[in-house]
């Protein structure tokens, strides 16, 4: 359960145990977060949907590397209040998009491209190391010494990653598949990030990708309880600044932040 939650009105904690295989129920007191509002996130999620639709998947990929960089960008520039909610937007956003790559993009990526097995391979390896990184950073307390050099021994992971995919891997997609094989990943990718888990789960197996589709459908439910619990940034602001992201991939080969860091600073 997310350490920022105030806990005052009574509701039912659901805590799944994956080593013991077990869930377990207890009553406990929940109040709902001054900042959860139910509505601007449905506003985020159905903007993203509809400039989503009908995308290749090449630049649906870069628009959230894009999105993720801008992400991490205000995490490093903001208040230790605001750099917690930040840390938990990036989480969610880097969960989404590594789960839906790796049952979509991935799979494709494995049957068709050149060396598509030796890919697969690097790519899977470098996603369990993110989500292992991730879960530390999940857990961590913002104001503990160490949280911000974890943060950044994950991003550094994350973007090294991030890099070889935009110079490298997409590149060779677009020139392995058509303009309606790439829009019809697309469609399934963006499908895809509403339903996945929405935490880093290290301990689900990536490869064979039914396997973890069929578990990531089972938890994906728990984690979007758990995410009501969670203190996120303004999801307006995070709405327009996935739509500047998708934009900016419609129109680039390439990721970069856009967020001015001279905005917000500690
Ligand atoms: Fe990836
Ligand atoms: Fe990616």
């Not at 994956?18 to 109040?31: I, L």
């Not at 991490?72 to 989480?91: G, T």
């Not at 439910?221 to 995410?227: G, L, Q, V, W």
């Amino acid at each position: 359960m997310d350490p920022n939650l105030n806990r005052n009105i009574t509701g039912t904690e659901g805590v799944c145990d994956m080593n013991k295989g077990q869930s377990t129920f207890q009553s406990v007191k929940y109040s709902m977060p001054n900042n959860l509002d139910s509505k601007s996130n449905l506003n985020y999620k159905m903007t993203n949907y509809q400039e989503s639709k009908d995308q290749p998947i090449d630049r649906l990929i870069i628009g959230d590397h894009t999105l993720v960089r801008t992400i991490y960008d205000k995490f490093k520039m903001c208040s230790r209040k605001e750099a917690n909610e930040w840390r938990n937007q990036l989480i969610y956003e880097i969960a989404r998009h590594s789960v839906s790559e790796e049952l979509i993009l991935y799979p494709l990526m494995r049957k068709r491209i050149p060396d598509g097995e030796k890919w697969y391979q690097d790519s899977i390896q470098d996603h369990q190391k993110i989500k292992e990184l991730l879960q530390e950073v999940q857990s961590m307390d913002p104001s503990s010494s160490d949280f911000g050099s974890k943060v950044d021994e994950t991003m550094k992971v994350l973007l090294s990653h991030i890099d070889e995919e935009e110079i490298q891997l997409l590149p060779l997609i677009r020139k392995t598949f058509s303009e309606e094989e790439l829009i019809s990943a697309g469609n399934s990718f963006v499908r895809r990030k509403f339903i996945v888990p929405t935490r880093p789960h290290s301990s689900i197996p990536i490869d064979p990708p039914t396997l973890e589709g069929l578990l990531g459908l089972l938890i994906a439910p728990i984690d979007k309880f758990r995410d009501l619990f969670t203190s996120y940034p303004d999801q307006d602001k995070v709405a327009e600044m996935s739509r500047e992201a998708t934009s900016f991939a419609q129109n680039s080969s390439r990721s970069k932040s856009m967020w001015d860091s001279s905005q917000c600073r500690h």
